[in-house]
């Protein structure tokens, strides 16, 4: 079955540094989409890409999808302590075509931000 | 507007119980979801709903029953609880678009 792929697992950097995190799929998606989960929460919408190539931006954050639409990536830029958190990505579950609003999530990078 | 809501925050249940979960949306939304989070595993999912009385299997079903005779709920049942199934479960609703999750159950089986 489909397989959504995020790397790393974990990040740990010193506050102001930045930070990437990676997801792959393992079939063509027909969007990405990205969440975020602070710590004890439940994971939020951040964003969705549909494009192919497509990059959006938020404000120190940066999304992006690949041309073939099998890959994406969020990069933060000067990180802060309330950038802390998992940021997962995930992608429509296809079943005969149809995804019935069904998403693959990948396994989630979590992030954490000394100051 | 508390839009959806889960129901309890915490449940400690003995193995071999059953024990349900309960998830409430006040949009009206048609898909309805519930997420099971383990570290390493990320969000799996355990069943879905299209719609009120239209309910599919996920990635990880077994040992889960849900139901939906109504729109706005879709609660979980553990049949017999088994402590592979401590977990927190996250149930999500969404009109085909992004997922809108709740705050969450954890669920420890002693």
């Known amino acids: 079955g489909q397989q959504v792929m995020q790397i790393p697992q974990y990040q740990h950097v010193q506050e102001g540094e930045d930070f990437t995190t990676y997801c792959n799929s393992s079939?063509?998606?027909?969007?990405i989409q990205w969440y975020k989960q602070r710590p004890g929460g439940h994971p939020v919408f951040l964003i969705q890409?549909?494009?192919?190539?497509e990059v959006k931006k938020q404000k120190r954050l940066t999304f992006q999808f690949g041309e073939a639409k099998k890959n994406s990536s969020l990069h933060i830029t000067a990180t802060q302590t309330t950038d802390v958190g998992t940021y997962f990505c995930?992608?429509?579950?296809?079943?005969?075509?149809?995804?019935?609003?069904?998403?693959?999530f990948g396994q989630g990078t979590i992030l954490t931000v000394h100051p | 507007d508390a839009g959806i809501t889960q129901s309890p925050r915490y449940k400690i249940t003995e193995t071999g119980r059953q024990v349900t979960l309960m998830c409430h949306q006040t949009w009206s939304h048609s898909y309805m979801f519930w997420y099971r989070q383990d570290l390493g595993h990320g969000l799996r999912l355990i069943y879905y709903s299209a719609a009120a009385d239209i309910t599919d299997k996920g990635e990880v079903p077994d040992g889960y029953v849900v139901s939906r005779s109504k729109t706005e709920n879709f609660p979980l049942t553990l049949e017999s609880a088994t402590r592979s199934q401590t977990s927190v479960y996250f149930c999500?609703?969404?009109?085909?678009?992004?997922?809108?999750f709740g705050s969450g159950t954890r669920l420890t089986v002693v």
């Open positions: 079939t063509t998606l027909s969007n």
């Open positions: 890409l549909v494009k192919s190539g």
């Open positions: 995930a992608g429509p579950s296809s079943a005969g075509g149809t995804s019935y609003g069904k998403l693959t």
């Open positions: 999500a609703s969404s009109e085909g678009g992004p997922l809108t």
